[in-house]
């Protein structure tokens, strides 16, 4: 029985044997199909070929039966890597640093929720709730509403023109007496000002009384004598009183027929000595200032109202402003004029406002916050928290399914702190994201690392342009031809975008680079061929102009020589 066993399993060993010698391969391991080369520091680098990347790093195979970013399926939704957030092209399958950076790698999970939405032709992102409620990210229907809007300003005080006078002599003389001995001190129309003795004024005194007197003698004269008279007396009453002597004081002289050898000036206003120009003594010349009164009953305010919003302003509308001095305490006037001339230097319209001042608590050169109220209007509108500015496009992110966002371009009209207006981009009822909408920003960049501008994609919906910038990927001819050469802008977000720039020799270049990162990897820029060093200042544009002479390849790179491009120079 033993021995029959034995013999079995020897029959089957050996024909176990013979199986695998004959037939090896179904119990080899299949060979591994490449389906390209690639630098997993360039976004969309890929090559048919094993060798080096333009950034000089050796490219390693990308297998058929690999899961990547790009190819995920239901199989790997619930897989995890490690990323940068200033980096999403990087992917580590453990912790460590960002290779370009420095900065530590966060963790990522890929979202289930994702497989039932197209995100590529969405250009959107995808939460799962979990992320929703840590991210506080919340929605608002687009609806409309009616917006009261209000346009703020800061000003300040002035004297009102027309209630501002300058006291000066119609007659040379000196200044016996004066009445108003300091600045700020009150007066009232019809008060003594000064006493001036003047040669002048005693001669047109003199002249009077002898035309006074010669009309009285000649009453009886012929009637073109007496005209004649008459006719003198009353040029030398017109000077006496062009030369600021009153009524009252001209019908003394009738009456006295005594020459005043001093004569008292009067106030034409009432108001405050704003300026003291003369002393007692002092012998002035016909036209000088000796005060400058100012009635500070009415005053003017000029605000300086910025371009965006001297649309809503209109002459009449009332003005409430605030000061310093009087926090708790509103004065209300209105708009009497808006300057026709824009301020080139402050990019400012001055608008002119008056306001009642009885209290004389409003003083010239005090600062004031003013607000304008704008009628109202009924409009559609999202909340103003949900707007994203990049400088030069406002986005929302807008729920086209549940959880499931994506970017819209959206033009803006007039805005309050708690809406704004939707000129075109948006329709009634569609939801956007009222928080949390930079959270998701990010999150699209971490879903989508091949973009260097989650943005980018974006089209004009009136011109149907690509704007700023195209895909890393792809070519970039220079946006605009000029008469002393080619102009390009480039982006500097992890990598130059365009990265290969053909220009032609002879012609003076300008590259215009933005850096949009914080990233220390790119804080500058170096052209080694043609000796040029720049630092590039986060989120500013740095301009660099030269002539290359000669065709062929001119690279450069950031200061460590991981993010690089070139220009091709041709004929």
């Given at each position: ?80 890597y490690y990323t940068c957030p200033m980096h999403p092209s990087v992917h580590k399958d453990k912790p460590g640093a960002c290779p ?195 009635d500070l009953s009415t005053v003017w305010i000029y605000l300086d109202m910025y371009e965006k919003d001297i649309r809503f302003v ?117 939801r956007v994201a009222e928080t949390g909408g930079f959270l998701i920003d990010s999150e699209s960049a971490l879903q989508r690392p ?122």
């Amino acid at each position: 029985m033993k021995k029959n066993v034995i013999i079995g399993l020897a029959m089957v060993l050996l024909a176990g044997a013979v199986i695998v010698f004959i037939y090896p391969k179904p119990f080899s391991k299949p060979e591994r199909k490449v389906l390209y080369w690639t630098d997993s520091m360039i976004p969309g680098d890929r090559s048919d070929h094993p060798g080096k990347s333009p950034m000089g790093m050796d490219r390693t195979p990308v297998y058929a039966d690999e899961s990547s970013p790009a190819l995920s399926t239901e199989a790997d939704a619930d897989s995890t890597y490690y990323t940068c957030p200033m980096h999403p092209s990087v992917h580590k399958d453990k912790p460590g640093a960002c290779p370009v950076c420095g900065m530590a790698l966060v963790k990522k999970s890929s979202q289930r929720e994702a497989a039932n939405v197209n995100l590529a032709n969405l250009n959107g992102v995808s939460l799962s709730s979990t992320q929703r409620v840590m991210a506080n990210v919340t929605t608002a229907t687009v609806e409309r509403k009616t917006l009261k809007k209000e346009v703020t300003a800061v000003g300040v005080v002035d004297f009102a023109e027309p209630n501002y006078l300058r006291i000066s002599m119609r007659f040379s003389g000196r200044l016996d007496k004066l009445y108003l001995t300091y600045t700020g001190q009150a007066v009232r129309k019809g008060d003594p000002v000064a006493d001036v003795f003047s040669p002048e004024a005693i001669s047109a005194q003199q002249e009077y009384v002898l035309a006074l007197e010669s009309r009285e003698q000649l009453r009886d004269a012929p009637e073109d004598v007496v005209a004649g008279a008459a006719d003198l007396l009353n040029q030398a009453r017109q000077k006496l009183l062009r030369w600021g002597f009153t009524e009252q004081q001209v019908k003394r002289l009738d009456e006295t027929r005594e020459i005043a050898r001093t004569v008292t000036m009067l106030s034409p206003i009432s108001g405050t000595v704003v300026k003291k120009n003369v002393d007692p003594q002092h012998y002035a010349a016909m036209g000088e200032d000796i005060y400058d009164v100012a009635d500070l009953s009415t005053v003017w305010i000029y605000l300086d109202m910025y371009e965006k919003d001297i649309r809503f302003v209109r002459v009449g509308q009332t003005v409430r402003t605030t000061t310093e001095a009087y926090p708790n305490e509103t004065f209300v006037g209105r708009v009497a004029f808006i300057d026709p001339v824009l301020n080139a230097d402050t990019r400012t319209v001055r608008v002119r406002t008056e306001f009642p001042n009885p209290g004389g608590k409003l003083k010239p050169n005090m600062y004031v916050k003013a607000l304008i109220a704008v009628p109202s209007m009924n409009t559609l509108v999202v909340p103003a928290s949900s707007i994203m500015s990049t400088g030069k496009r406002n986005v929302v992110w807008v729920e086209v399914q549940p959880n499931s966002f994506e970017p819209r371009d959206v033009m803006i009209g007039a805005s309050t702190e708690a809406y704004a207006e939707v000129v075109s981009g948006l329709n009634e009822g569609e939801r956007v994201a009222e928080t949390g909408g930079f959270l998701i920003d990010s999150e699209s960049a971490l879903q989508r690392p091949g973009e260097t501008d989650v943005h980018a994609s974006h089209t004009d919906k009136k011109t149907g342009a690509q704007e700023f910038f195209a895909r890393p990927s792809e070519y970039v001819k220079p946006l605009e031809k000029h008469a002393d050469g080619n102009e390009v802008e480039i982006l500097v977000k992890g990598r130059y975008t365009p990265e290969v720039i053909h220009v032609k020799a002879g012609e003076p270049v300008t590259l215009h680079f933005y850096r949009d990162e914080d990233a220390d990897c790119t804080n500058e820029v170096v052209f080694e061929s043609l000796g040029i060093r720049r630092r590039l200042p986060a989120r500013e544009t740095t301009t660099i102009v030269f002539t290359p002479s000669d065709t062929g390849e001119i690279p450069f790179s950031c200061g460590m020589g991981m993010v690089r491009g070139k220009l091709i120079v041709e004929k």
